[in-house]
């Protein structure tokens, strides 16, 4: 056992008190700084997290351009492990094969060669078995690093170093975008098209107080420009450019606020055709899919959802893919309509998704933050800027040290004699040369270092013209430094040539993602196409029980319930339609039909289905039917006509119709056909009035329908006094009367009405 690990002689435990809560905190704050820093967020100028940029230095260490051979991804992953980066190899070769996946990454930085995964979610080939090398926007985001471009750090164990950041004269951050998850806060940056950018920031450079909006291209301007060439190459961002294209369907006004606040979101959808396949049939050919989503995946989901008769217009799905993507969907038959069809998927599966934009980067490579899209294009070519001042310095110096050679070089053609004498009999013959001719240390050795090849006439005359092009390469880089404006002029010059490699007519550059508008279906059309459609029987229970019994039953009296249940109503639906409850406390709920529990059982309580008052009952349930108008009617005799379409609740806390005061509560609740209302009070007095009496709201008490001293509404019946109001005894005998025979009974609203008709039911309602 070592001296320094035996206890203290003193007797003492030796245990330092620490505060938990700040040590805990310490180490948290340590620990989200490393993830934040050096792993989940990109660097606002290279576009690159720590593992990408350490791949891209390693790649360019091992000569891996793109006009030379392939190397294995295994020696690439070891060089960076074993030097750079100190994490698993899997995670390395991870991010490695991301960054050549042409459906990951807008503008590959790696040019794999072998099996690097698909679009369905098959993992890349074992590192032994694939090959690398750069690609030519690898090369762009290096290009000047050897000449003292960015600054350098030490590698973790302190034996190497490696670029703190790349010079990125590609506009990386936002042309391949980035997402990670750090500690406390997230990034989320969508692909975007590089000649797009390359245009903004041209247009930056040249107006430096221009709004986000000046930096993009609305949709009215693009259908201006979009068959000119010439201006199409000078479109600035439209939005995003996903690699797997799509069609984003968000309004303008949106994507810009998302590009101004550096918050929001894309919704993405599949791109599709209809093909015809002859004697009035077709098929859906789907032929791009949202970024991010597994093909496999996404077929999965449509077969489960097949299998489970929710995409009643859908028949089958095939995956005809090969290096392109193909989904063929068969509809169920020639007269389904393609666009519902559409709508219902793009509702239930990942042909459409979301993609959320959350600028948060490394602003100068120190600070987490939110940026717009003109905080990013700033930050990008205030670093292209420092980047060509730092390579101008550089390349001065070297012109500088060179000069000063051929200054010595011409000094001894002029001497050639005595500088030959001097080498061969001086024993010093450095300094005396340094003596004779005042040379400084490096000329006179660049003298002794000439070999004797370079003492014909020819050389000196060589070296006299690179003189005088290196004199003159000298002055440009001197007025270049001088001059803030002639720095932005140079690098309008390299973004624009970025932008032509990259322009909107070569493969690569090509915009792959469009804009379109969301067609304009009905949302009950939509509803609709997402049910199977099938004949049902509603049954509701005293209690509030609700189930949906297959088909249409003729016979209630075969229904089971609960012990001291019983039957309040029943009725025939569609899975498809919306059923509406009204209870006491004058709310309307709405309810799908296809989600009412099935006939096995009693159902389940309507409290479970929707957000109901425990004081409340139901009144009555019914059908929803557009456009029609319902009549409602409190205990007390208050009443109004509502529209049907204003009652239909799309949540599950329901829509409060009618306003109640306790002990009142709502009775009834008829729909609305004929012209005149017939009413009974529990005092057995009958009023029949014109409806037209009675105002239309949308909510509101209502107004009196008939007036009693004590009591309140029985029954209402609406009918047509051309054809007489009827009603059925308890022997199901049905008695009509005509205008003539209700005369007495025919008043105006809101008065007492009198007693009812002889042969009227003792029950007091209509039957």
């Known amino acids: 056992m070592g001296k320094g690990l035996l206890p203290p002689a003193d007797g003492g435990d030796n245990i330092e008190p620490v505060d938990l809560k700040k040590a805990l905190e310490e180490r948290y704050l340590a620990y989200a700084l490393s993830t934040i820093m050096h792993r989940a967020l990109p660097d606002v100028r290279d576009?690159?997290?720590?593992?990408?940029?350490?791949?891209?230095?390693?790649?360019?260490?091992?000569?891996?351009?793109?006009?030379?051979?392939?190397?294995?991804?295994?020696?690439?992953?070891?060089?960076?492990?074993?030097?750079?980066?100190?994490?698993?190899?899997?995670?390395?070769?991870?991010?490695l094969v991301r960054l050549a996946q042409d459906f990951s990454v807008r503008y590959p930085l790696v040019d794999g060669q072998g099996n690097f995964g698909n679009i369905d979610g098959d993992n890349a080939a074992a590192m032994r078995y694939t090959e690398a090398r750069m690609t030519d926007v690898a090369v762009a985001l290096l290009e000047g690093i050897t000449e003292d471009a960015v600054d350098y750090r030490l590698t973790y164990n302190e034996e190497d170093e490696e670029p703190v950041v790349l010079p990125g004269a590609f506009p990386n951050i936002l042309a391949n975008g980035s997402s990670g998850i750090a500690v406390g806060m997230a990034t989320s940056i969508p692909p975007h098209n590089a000649a797009e950018l390359c245009s903004a920031a041209l247009h930056l450079i040249d107006n430096p107080e221009a709004s986000?909006?000046?930096?993009?291209?609305?949709?009215?301007?693009?259908?201006?420009?979009?068959?000119?060439?010439?201006?199409?190459?000078?479109?600035?961002?439209?939005?995003p450019d996903f690699p797997t294209g799509g069609s984003v369907?968000?309004?303008?006004?949106?994507?810009?606020?998302?590009?101004?606040?550096?918050?929001?979101?894309?919704?993405?959808?599949?791109?599709?055709?209809?093909?015809?396949?002859?004697?009035?049939?077709?098929?859906?050919?789907?032929?791009?899919i949202p970024y991010g989503v597994q093909k496999s995946r996404l077929i999965e989901k449509i077969a489960e959802l097949l299998i489970a008769r929710k995409l009643p217009l859908l028949e089958d799905i095939r995956d005809e893919s090969a290096e392109d993507v193909r989904l063929v969907l068969v509809p169920k038959s020639r007269t389904v309509d393609p666009g519902l069809l559409m709508e219902s998927l793009f509702k239930l599966t990942e042909l459409e998704s979301r993609f959320s934009l959350n600028m948060n980067v490394l602003s100068r490579g120190k600070v987490p933050n939110v940026l717009s899209l003109k905080a990013v294009l700033r930050e990008w070519l205030d670093h292209r800027r420092e980047v060509l001042v730092r390579r101008s310095k550089f390349r001065l110096s070297e012109i500088e040290r060179r000069l000063e050679i051929l200054g010595g070089y011409l000094i001894a053609y002029l001497n050639i004699d005595e500088v030959i004498r001097i080498i061969r009999e001086e024993d010093e013959p450095k300094q005396v040369m340094m003596a004779r001719w005042d040379l400084t240390d490096v000329?006179?050795?660049?003298?002794?270092?000439?070999?004797?090849r370079a003492l014909r006439k020819l050389e000196e005359f060589e070296i006299r013209k690179e003189h005088d092009a290196l004199s003159a390469e000298k002055n440009q880089i001197e007025v270049l430094l001088g001059s803030e404006a002639k720095q932005w002029q140079t690098i309008k010059w390299e973004v624009d040539k970025v932008r032509k490699h990259y322009g909107p007519d070569t493969e690569l550059g090509r915009r792959r993602t469009e804009f379109t508008d969301a067609p304009d279906h009905d949302l009950t059309d939509i509803h609709h196409a997402m049910i199977e459609k099938e004949p049902v029987t509603v049954v509701v229970s005293e209690k509030g029980w609700l189930r949906a019994m297959k088909g249409h039953l003729a016979d209630y009296s075969l229904l089971s319930f609960k012990?001291?249940?019983?039957?309040?109503?029943?009725?025939?639906?569609?899975?498809?339609?919306k059923i509406l409850v009204f209870t006491t406390g004058g709310k309307f709920y709405t309810i799908g039909a296809d989600r009412l529990p099935g006939g096995r059982g009693h159902g389940e309580p309507i409290r479970i289905i929707v957000d109901m008052e425990n004081d409340q009952d139901i009144v009555t349930a019914f059908v929803h039917e557009p456009k029609r108008k319902l009549l409602l009617v409190s205990h007390e005799g208050n009443g109004f006509v509502v529209s049907e379409d204003e009652v239909v609740a799309n949540t599950r806390k329901g829509k409060q119709v009618m306003n109640i005061k306790t002990p009142d509560e709502a009775k009834r609740c008829v729909p609305l056909t004929g012209d005149h209302l017939a009413i009974v009070g529990e005092n057995r007095k009958m009023l029949v009035f014109a409806l037209a009496e009675i105002p239309e709201m949308t909510r509101g008490k209502g107004v009196r329908l008939q007036k009693y001293k004590d009591g309140g509404v029985l029954d209402v019946k609406?009918?047509?006094?051309?054809?007489?109001?009827?009603?059925?005894?308890?022997?199901?005998?049905?008695?009509t009367r005509s205008r003539d025979e209700l005369l007495e009974w025919i008043g105006g609203r809101a008065t007492a009405g009198r007693m009812v008709p002889k042969g009227f039911p003792r029950t007091g309602r209509f039957g």
């Open 47 to 95: 576009g690159l997290k720590p593992v990408h940029r350490r791949i891209m230095h390693a790649m360019r260490l091992l000569r891996l351009n793109p006009d030379q051979g392939f190397a294995k991804c295994a020696r690439i992953v070891g060089e960076v492990m074993g030097k750079f980066h100190p994490h698993g190899d899997q995670s390395i070769y991870d991010a």
């Open 212 to 239: 986000v909006t000046d930096l993009m291209t609305s949709p009215s301007e693009w259908e201006r420009i979009k068959d000119d060439p010439e201006a199409r190459l000078n479109c600035m961002v439209r939005g």
């Open 249 to 288: 369907v968000d309004d303008w006004a949106s994507i810009v606020l998302a590009y101004e606040t550096g918050r929001g979101g894309f919704r993405v959808r599949a791109r599709w055709q209809q093909e015809d396949q002859g004697r009035g049939t077709w098929n859906i050919v789907v032929t791009e």
């Open 443 to 452: 000329q006179a050795e660049a003298i002794l270092n000439m070999r004797l």
């Open 563 to 577: 012990e001291g249940d019983s039957l309040k109503l029943a009725f025939h639906a569609q899975t498809t339609d």
């Open 718 to 735: 609406t009918f047509a006094m051309e054809a007489g109001l009827t009603w059925q005894d308890s022997a199901e005998r049905t008695f």
